[in-house]
């Protein structure tokens, strides 16, 4: 039995700023931004979007009717999650009005949490065929103003429907995976932002890689020449270009010029939307089968997913016939093209802006956010959503 993506869709808030503008308000020449990481649009969430509403704004595009009627779990991915102990997915499953005799939890391990989530989702299809799952991947990456990751910030979602016979990808098996207890990226409970050595990170990433690819090959045998695109996690997207050029030297010159060119077409949303953490691969797997026209069915999709910390996982799948039809790729073009650019004085403004943490009623302005879901306010230390196309929780 196949089981795999059966439809993918993403979300990012209506607001970006310029990389060339940051870099020219923080004193750095703007190719360190645009070329030295290969950052293009930073999306910005304003106090109106969370990990939660970005997750269920994403899943609001691609799921109907038959789709709330088959899910029965609902995997969360974050690393910015809202409560430490309600999962987000909880919220999630009201304002999608998902049918109740449903499991639902959150999962946390850096950017690996979608992974996992995608890993669970395929054991539970194949203990229970006619089920769907629910995976959302969503995060809101934050560093400070003018810290070292200030340019490797973002904000967005991928919801991803797993199933039997997906229409878009089935996945293979076997995987290979790696777990070492590293300090390369870690945010304690009570900190706002994360902790970041970033030269060992880098280091742990193509480290991971590397083995994990070793690994991966011992496994099931094969090699780059076997792969017609390998798609990566993307902090930020000069990172799959050094991870790429690791391997694929093992290959000969026509399999160097095509995973080389993939990459790029990999590359275009993430660019534009900048570091997602838990989704950052699957929107990187999401940009390429939506602006590689070359691709066909039967084609071998690699997957690299890194999470600091740290876990790597090595995985693949295979594009299925007419996958190309249950793509969105005009509605994604609509949602970056009509976004809205500040500068970087309302950016830093957005950015200052948070939420009362003593439980205080505060009712949030959420004229000016086109989203269909929104936070709407707090009040007795809860969170109120509100989804336009129902009511008000």
Not at 57 to 63: G, M, R
Not at 174 to 188: G, I, K, Q
Not at 376 to 387: D, I
């Amino acid at each position: 039995m196949k089981i795999g993506i059966d439809k993918i869709g993403f979300y990012t808030p209506h607001l970006y700023v310029d990389m060339n503008d940051l870099a020219k308000a923080r004193d750095v020449d703007p190719a360190k931004f645009t070329i030295g990481i290969g950052q293009e649009k930073m999306a910005i969430a304003p106090l109106t979007q969370d990990a939660v509403t970005l997750a269920a704004n994403a899943a609001l595009e691609i799921i109907d009717e038959s789709d709330r009627q088959a899910i029965d779990f609902v995997i969360f991915g974050t690393e910015t999650g809202v409560d430490h102990s309600k999962a987000a997915g909880v919220y999630v499953h009201h304002l999608l009005d998902l049918q109740p005799q449903t499991r639902t939890v959150e999962v946390k391990q850096a950017c690996f949490g979608a992974t996992a989530g995608i890993q669970m989702a395929k054991a539970h299809i194949a203990l229970h065929p006619n089920s769907k799952v629910l995976v959302l991947a969503s995060d809101i990456a934050r560093y400070g103003l003018r810290t070292g990751g200030e340019a490797t910030q973002g904000a967005g979602a991928v919801a991803i429907v797993m199933s039997k016979n997906p229409k878009i990808m089935a996945i293979e098996e076997p995987s290979a995976y790696l777990t070492e207890d590293v300090m390369d990226f870690w945010r304690p409970v009570y900190s706002e932002y994360a902790q970041v050595d970033g030269k060992l990170s880098n280091e742990m990433y193509l480290s991971f890689f590397e083995k994990i690819w070793e690994a991966y090959q011992q496994k099931t045998g094969l090699g780059i020449g076997d792969f017609s695109a390998i798609c990566y996690h993307l902090p930020y997207t000069k990172m799959g270009l050094k991870a790429l050029r690791m391997i694929y030297d093992q290959g000969t010159e026509v399999d160097k010029e095509r995973l080389l060119e993939n990459l790029e077409h990999s590359k275009i949303y993430n660019k534009n939307v900048g570091n997602i953490y838990t989704g950052s691969l699957y929107l990187s797997f999401l940009s390429l089968i939506e602006h590689q026209n070359n691709l066909r069915a039967g084609d071998r999709i690699g997957l690299f997913s890194y999470g600091s910390g740290a876990v790597g996982e090595f995985f693949a799948g295979i594009l299925q016939p007419g996958y190309q039809e249950h793509l969105h790729a005009e509605q994604h073009q609509k949602l970056l093209s009509s976004r809205t650019e500040v500068s970087v004085e309302e950016y830093e403004r957005i950015f200052a802006a948070t939420l009362p943490k003593d439980g205080t009623a505060y009712q949030l302005d959420d004229q000016n956010d086109p989203a269909k879901i929104k936070l709407s306010g707090v009040s007795e230390h809860k969170r109120h959503y509100v989804n336009s196309l129902a009511v008000k929780m």
